[in-house]
């Protein structure tokens, strides 16, 4: 693979621009649940979508300012509550979303040329509002840039307080689906109360939640995998599993496990145990990957809900028994035992009142964190022109993403954060997958 390049300048040509919403809507306070005010869920994520053809800005901002009417708290701003200093609120005052527009010199092929880690030139198409302000700032940031082949990028930046991946898909294929179609309405309203996640009074813990520890006063340096991991050059590397890829991990199982294991089971037990090895860790050190899940079919939450609707598990080994096998047994049926814990309602319940106390941290023995955004329909995003010739995010250094492949509906990119020097051996362990049988 070709080595990063850099793109030219993005060009913004105007000056960027509010719309808010075109109709008048509720004017009130939002109450955001436990499973939204997370202190590591203060952040503004960020999508980019690639389309060979590009929709007249004019048409995209119309649509848009539509959308706000039924989507209203998007254009709100967060607040402190009145009722307790720690949690935020969203004060739905229809102040509206920030709206770019740019061109660069540049076709959407030569955006694609293939290399090893991201692209850090991608930085060039963010949308030039400020994401490290919660307070009093737009939720939704957006970035239309036109390519000079006649296509079109779309820079999507969102408060992650507000909306999950499911919920971000939501709100922009309804854009989408109002753009194509001017004159219709939505089919499915989105559902804004967030109550049914309100904990319970008194919080019931009764269950054991590994995901999360109390913020220690003395952090242990041998222990804590975040602590060395921001000490490093940090950068986003992705590779891709189509059908003879997952065959060939599947392959690694035994056949009493090869036909109940999931595409999702067999790569993350794979990318676990690959990032690990890379890692060279201590063989009695515990390793823990976290991973999300969510759960509105489990806790029936209405169709439409937008919010943050999924929690974490976490499936924990020492470094010795992940790396140590010749298969991928043991690493697949550590990711089942944390997934069958969604199984269990009371797990759920019991994580969203854990969640009250502000002084939890993720486990510091964590050394991955996986959100899955492949099953989430962003790459059938279509506003009139035609589906995304590609769909990529800026990684968080803390987070791994399972991306779709646009055209291959079962094939799975893998973008994980991994320290700059160890790229080339974690390629080595992600894609020569027999070599584990010989280098043990």
């Known amino acids: 693979m070709s080595k990063s390049i850099d793109f030219p300048d993005c060009y913004n040509y105007k000056p960027p621009i509010t719309i808010t919403p075109s109709a008048p809507t509720p004017n009130h306070s939002l109450y955001l649940s436990n499973l939204d005010d997370l202190m590591y869920q203060r952040l503004y994520f960020s999508e980019i979508y690639i389309f060979k053809k590009s929709v007249k800005a004019d048409i995209l901002k119309s649509s848009l300012s539509r959308v ?69 700032n737009p939720l939704l940031l957006i970035q239309v840039t036109n390519l000079r082949c006649g296509g079109m990028m779309l820079f999507i930046s969102f408060n992650h307080v507000l909306l999950d991946g499911t919920g971000i898909s939501q709100f922009l294929n309804d854009w989408a689906h109002l753009t194509k179609n001017p004159n219709s309405n939505l089919t499915i309203k989105p559902y804004h109360n967030r109550e049914m996640l309100k904990i319970r009074e008194p919080p019931q813990i009764k269950v054991p939640h590994p995901v999360y520890i109390k913020k220690p006063e003395h952090t242990n340096p041998e222990r804590n995998y975040f602590m060395w991991f921001i000490t490093q050059t940090i950068v986003h590397t992705s590779i891709t599993f189509g059908a003879n890829e997952i065959l060939r991990l599947r392959k690694q199982c035994t056949t009493s496990l090869f036909k109940y294991v999931t595409d999702f089971e067999v790569i993350l037990a794979h990318t676990w145990r690959s990032m690990t090895k890379s890692l060279n860790m201590s063989p009695t050190r515990v390793v823990n990957i976290c991973f999300t899940a969510n759960i509105r079919k489990k806790l029936k939450l209405p169709k439409g809900f937008y919010g943050n609707a999924f929690i974490i598990v976490s499936a924990e080994s020492t470094v010795k028994d992940l790396v140590n096998s010749n298969n991928l047994d043991y690493c697949i049926k550590c990711v089942q035992q944390a997934k069958s814990y969604l199984d269990d309602e009371e797990y759920i319940r019991s994580s969203i009142d854990l969640l009250k106390d502000k002084t939890l941290i993720v486990n510091e023995s964590t050394n991955a964190f996986v959100s899955q955004l492949n099953k989430l329909g962003i790459q059938d995003l279509d506003f009139g022109e035609g589906k995304p010739f590609h769909v990529d995010t800026f990684g968080i250094n803390s987070c791994a993403y399972f991306l779709p492949v646009i055209g291959d509906p079962n094939a799975v990119r893998v973008m994980i954060p991994i320290p700059k020097n160890l790229v080339d051996k974690y390629h080595h362990y992600m894609t020569e997958i027999e070599c584990w049988e010989q280098d043990e």
């Open 68 to 136: 706000l009417v039924d989507y209203y708290p998007v254009a709100g701003r967060l607040r402190t509550s009145s009722e307790d200093e720690n949690k935020l609120v969203v004060d739905c005052n229809g102040e509206g979303v920030l709206f770019a527009e740019a061109s660069m010199d540049i076709t959407a092929e030569e955006l694609l040329i293939p290399c090893m880690t991201q692209h850090k030139s991608l930085k060039k198409l963010k949308c030039k509002g400020n994401t490290k302000k919660m307070l009093d």
